[in-house]
């Protein structure tokens, strides 16, 4: 296992000159690596090939539609049962307003559930982001060194983490896993100074 420090960055340009300043503080490119984090909820398994599971806010979300679909639906049976003698035909009616109310439904339902979700953020989900990871044992400078060329270059979150560099590249990063943060913007948010890991 090789100890690897990355940072997030929203702007690819920003990501660039990461690299290159890493590379002019004496780091080989064999030891970075740059590389997309695509959307939570489009993530790929680097090893498996398959989706990760769905991203919070978004896991109670067919529930809520199910549920939604057969309030709305009976309400809508009932208000085409209501409006038979008005517009026509009792079959039309009643299939048109219950499939409206299921359709109605099922999206306020869906709404709902997400609603109430918790906003994600670094600590839950990772956002789509441009990554910039450096083997930090094999660099030949500090992990200071790195951690301040990620921030200066505008780093949103710089990282720390465990993981497996192979050809060039941190082969094992897991988009779904909970970044250590030990820097970056959002870092330097953090409410308290004794909840932040120390470099």
Known sequence: MSTIVAGGFQAMAEAEE???????????ID?????????????HRLAAGGDHDASPGAEHAQSGAVKGAAIGAAVGLAAGAAATPFIGPAGFAVAAAAGVGAYTGA?????????HEPAPDHGDVRPAENMVAVNADESGVSEEVI??????????????ADGTWTDD???DFDPTSRP??????????L???????RV
């Open 147 to 160: 951690v301040h060329t990620l921030e200066q270059c505008g780093a949103q979150i710089v990282e720390r």
């Open 31 to 43: 030891y970075i690596c740059t590389f997309r984090v695509n959307p939570a909820g489009e993530h």
């Open 169 to 171: 590249a941190w082969a």
């Open 180 to 189: 250590q943060l030990i820097g970056g913007r959002e870092f330097a948010r």
């Open 107 to 115: 999206l306020v339902g869906g709404l709902r559930e997400i609603e």
């Open 18 to 28: 990461a690299v290159r300043r890493l590379q002019d503080a004496g780091i080989h």
């Open 191 to 197: 409410p308290e100074e004794g909840d932040r890991p």
